[in-house]
């Protein structure tokens, strides 16, 4: 890996261990194992080949929607020279040992931090590089010729006219030893990878309904159940009666788990019908029972003091602050987000002589495996994990708790029936459930001297870590999820005095990651502040961010690229304004250009420029589709959405009180990715940071009014 | 109670509570699964379905009225899975995690049927109710226009 991939990932905080590079290696003299047991010959853990000449690629990470097992399979397709139309991605099975994260290191078995394609970037083509030498070697014997006359194209192995196909020779190639250290192309010799014809391989399967999601697995026997949970966090049952929910026809039974009380019924609807049926006494001893506007006012209290978390400081900002010409300041407010998948949480769980069997959207097998065993009193070795297509997570489905997979399993201990029972959350519970992007107030103040040259900076930080207490958060390291994003901007390098702080402020409402972390507030905080700044100074923007980032290339390079692109200062038309942000997030660098109109005090978004910096483009079509999947969920969560708390409990349950955005607010959107020779990056997430301060920019250049709370038009 | 809904083009017997919405009926009764579950209240699209042509939210939709229409799911729209709008979603890698996929295609088709040549508005006004998580909107309007025969906007990343 070069410096350039080691440094974003260490910066994720992850556990960095040397697995990075021997893990890459590692796997092409891997033992034939782990892979499931289709038909074929399996090469190692990562590729199979069957008599038909089908190469499947065993994919260690998740699909929900961002197209890493595309991604996967088209890496292994090119340093194999398969034929990619015979090409298929089929889910790992729950192997921690095999299947691990690169980037979390041994035994971590997960997707996140927009690491799947980067982490696996050597290890998938050391596994293909490996099993092609293989082949390469089987068809030198068959053909009696040397393996240095043989070319490889399309899963066919040839020397002029004599010639044998992946099909043919993979039963015996797979018997072969794999090559201790494969040789991996160099990128000049890629035909697929970075091209178009890179294309999604799930597109037959979910535009016909056929896809198999978990709430569609339905094994043979399988039940319902629906959890009637507590009204305020850390509240816990205190009684209940059963006796009108088990009269409702096709309810099976009720029991007590510790999320809460678990109808349970032969259909989803006989399930509803009989929690609508429960009753439930709760205590609230222990239940979190403030106030958003409550929690918005200790927040904004604390955050006129530095936190007692030092995060970085430089020089002595106070006194550069005395002597500014002008200060620019600003306090931010960011409400809670639910992550809101398409899909709302489940999992379905069976418990049967002795083993457990788990069907999930599975993001974190390395906690959901041991956590069902742990409820299950097993040995993990008795779990099994099958990860099904998975509608959405944007974070959600990794979580320390496993609570989706906690669910299930506690219901089917409770059942003790050895049936497979499916733990659906409604969209209600979803909402309501907790795990959110958490609320954070920022104040900034920036110290301008006369030319308008940002000399002081002083940030203070509030909010409720999510990484604290986890392996995410390396002793002696701020929480990323406050942090990251303003700690080591490339701003604050040219600043000579600055001092960033926070305040880790304790509320009882499950918090998590939310696509892009702690990047999604701190991205608007930066890029905000820096055309606050640039009006303050009587700059352009542009010219601003141009002169400041002048010693950070790839942020030079995406900027320059996005504004080339849309034509800056040029907009769409009369009364249309743009505005600009640039941010690094998962070691990629995403720039926009937002073209919008006001219309009744609220911005309209018609276009979004954007320009990448990820490294090399594995799928050139998936990454502009995560650029626009990205920004479209960071721009409904920053139009309408909000979680507020009255008295403790959600005020939102569902997409009429917490808008979706729709097809109408989707604005075009224009990506083009900054050419580069550097290994693979994330872009899930990093398409989510810059749209909120881009929109604000747009927002503060046609109305000189500065955006310092979220969302721009509360629904 | 007993009843007969034609789904697909076939008559199905089933025996669930009248008031039970169709997508439940559709989901755990005739193991029609690509119709989606996604919010219960009629607000996000997922389990849209045609009834008598007309696209309709399945999970607000209780089956006692259903007798004597012609529903028809996603997995009726075409046998072959060929629709146009189908084949436009391919071609254009409409989908990302695929869940509300179902629906959007079914609220597509219904619109091309009525309106073979739709302006933006028009798609705006027939995706309205269609939620995508993954914000896949500018690829369905894309592909609503590739499947109508019109020119498509859509254009994979440059690079450079």
């Known amino acids: 890996m070069t410096k350039h991939t080691d440094l974003s990932l260490s910066r994720r905080g992850f556990l960095l261990t040397s697995a990075v590079v021997a893990g890459g290696f590692a796997v092409g003299c891997s033992p034939a194992s782990g892979a499931k047991g289709g038909a074929g010959a399996i090469f190692n853990p990562f590729v199979r080949i069957d008599a038909e000449g089908v190469v499947t690629v065993i994919a260690k990470h998740i699909e929900f929607g961002q197209g890493t097992h595309t991604g996967l399979a088209a890496i292994v397709a090119e340093e194999l020279d398969a034929d990619w139309s015979k090409v298929k991605a089929e889910a790992a099975p729950a192997d921690l040992d095999v299947y691990y994260n690169t980037v979390f290191g041994k035994g971590n ?10 982490n696996s970037w050597l290890q998938y083509r050391a596994a293909a590089a490996g099993a092609r030498a293989m082949l390469v070697e089987a068809a030198a014997k068959k053909l009696g010729l040397a393996a240095s006359d043989l070319t490889v194209k399309d899963g066919v192995i040839s020397a002029g006219d004599k010639k044998a196909t992946f099909a043919e020779l993979a039963g015996a190639a797979a018997k072969l030893k794999p090559p201790a250290e494969p040789k991996l192309k160099d990128a000049a010799q890629f035909t697929l990878i970075g091209t178009d014809r890179v294309r999604r391989l799930d597109n037959g399967e979910k535009t016909t309904g056929k896809a198999i999601f978990t709430i569609d697995k339905k094994p043979d026997g399988e039940r319902t159940a629906l959890i009637a949970r507590a009204p305020k966090f850390g509240a816990a049952v205190k009684s209940f009666d059963a006796a009108e929910a088990k009269k409702v026809p096709g309810v099976v039974n009720v029991v007590q788990v510790p999320s809460g009380v678990a109808v349970v019924a032969k259909d989803f609807w006989s399930a509803k019908k009989g929690r609508d049926a429960l ?5 609230f001893a222990n239940a979190e029972t403030r106030s958003s506007a409550q929690l918005f006012d200790e927040f904004r209290k604390l955050a006129a003091t530095p936190g007692p ?3 970085q400081s430089k020089g002595d900002a106070g006194a550069a602050m005395k002597k500014a010409a002008r200060v620019v300041k600003g306090t931010f407010e960011f409400p809670y987000l639910a992550h809101a998948t398409m899909e709302p949480m489940n999992a379905i769980a069976q418990i049967k002589d002795g083993a457990v069997h788990v069907w999930t959207g599975s993001q974190f097998p390395s ?12 040995d993990p070795s008795k779990v099994t994990i099958d990860t099904l297509m998975t509608g959405g997570s944007f974070g959600r489905r990794a979580n320390f708790q496993a609570d989706f997979v906690a669910d299930a399993v506690a219901v089917a201990k409770a059942m003790g029936d050895g049936q497979p029972v499916l733990v659906q959350w409604t969209r209600e519970d979803d909402m309501t459930g907790g795990k959110y992007r958490p609320m954070v107030v920022h104040h900034v103040e ?14 203070v930080i509030v909010s409720q870590p999510v990484l604290a207490g986890t392996p995410f958060n390396p002793p002696g390291q701020p929480d990323g ?6 700690h080591k901007s490339p701003y604050l390098e ?3 005095d600055h001092d960033i702080t926070a305040h880790y402020a304790q509320v009882g409402v499950p918090v998590l990651w939310w696509r892009s972390v702690g990047h999604t507030h701190t991205a608007h905080v930066m890029e905000h502040m820096i055309d606050l700044c640039a009006g303050a100074a009587r700059k352009d923007p542009v010219a601003y961010r141009r002169q400041l980032l002048a010693k950070a290339p790839r942020h030079l390079g995406a900027l320059n690229l996005a504004v080339e692109k849309s034509g800056y200062p040029k907009s769409l038309g009369r009364g249309h304004s743009l505005g600009v942000a640039v941010h690094e997030s998962f070691g990629s660098i995403v720039a926009m250009v937002a073209d919008v109109t006001m219309a009744g005090g609220a911005p309209k978004v018609h276009k979004v420029t954007v320009a990448v910096d990820c490294g090399i483009a594995v799928s050139p079509n998936q990454i502009a589709a995560q650029m626009e999947g990205g920004l479209g969920y960071g721009l409904g969560a920053a139009l309408y959405d909000q979680i507020t708390l009255t008295n403790g409990e959600v005020d939102q349950n569902n997409f009429d009180t917490y808008p979706s955005l729709r097809i109408s607010d989707m604005p075009a959107v224009d990506t083009h990715i900054v050419p580069s020779t550097n290994p693979p990056s994330g872009v899930g997430e990093p398409g989510t940071p810059p749209i909120a301060p881009a929109v604000a920019n747009a927002v503060l250049a046609a109305t000189g009014k500065a955006t310092f709370k979220l969302p721009f038009r509360p629904a | 109670m007993a009843i007969t809904l034609n789904i697909n083009g076939q008559d199905r017997q089933l025996d669930a509570p009248g008031d039970t919405p169709l997508l439940w009926a559709l989901r755990d009764d005739l ?6 579950y996604g919010c219960g209240i009629a607000q996000c699209g997922a389990c849209t379905v045609h009834v008598d042509g007309q696209p309709i939210r399945a999970c607000s939709t209780p089956i006692e009225g259903l007798a004597g229409t012609k529903i028809v799911t996603i997995e009726g729209l075409a046998a072959a899975g060929d629709h146009p709008v189908q084949e436009a979603w391919r071609k254009l890698d409409v989908v990302q995690c695929g869940y509300c996929q179902s629906g959007q295609i079914m609220s597509a088709a219904a619109l091309l049927a009525n309106t073979p040549k739709p302006t933006d508005a028009d798609i705006d006004a027939a995706m309205a109710g269609n939620v995508c998580r993954c914000a896949s909107y500018a690829r369905v309007r894309a592909a609503i226009k590739e499947a109508a025969g019109m020119n498509s906007a859509a254009a994979p990343a440059q690079k450079g």
């Open chain 1, 494 to 496: 040219t600043v000579a």
């Open chain 1, 446 to 459: 920036a110290g301008l001297d006369k030319a308008g040259n940002i000399v002081a900076w002083k940030h």
């Open chain 1, 279 to 283: 009753k439930v006494e709760w205590d």
């Open chain 1, 481 to 486: 999820s406050v942090v990251e994003g303003a």
């Open chain 2, 31 to 36: 193991k029609l699964t690509g119709t989606k």
């Open chain 1, 109 to 118: 078995m997960g997707t996140g931090g927009s690491s799947a394609i980067a």
């Open chain 1, 309 to 311: 978390e030092k995060v």
């Open chain 1, 367 to 378: 906690i959901d495996k041991p956590t069902a065993a742990g409820i299950a009193g097993v």
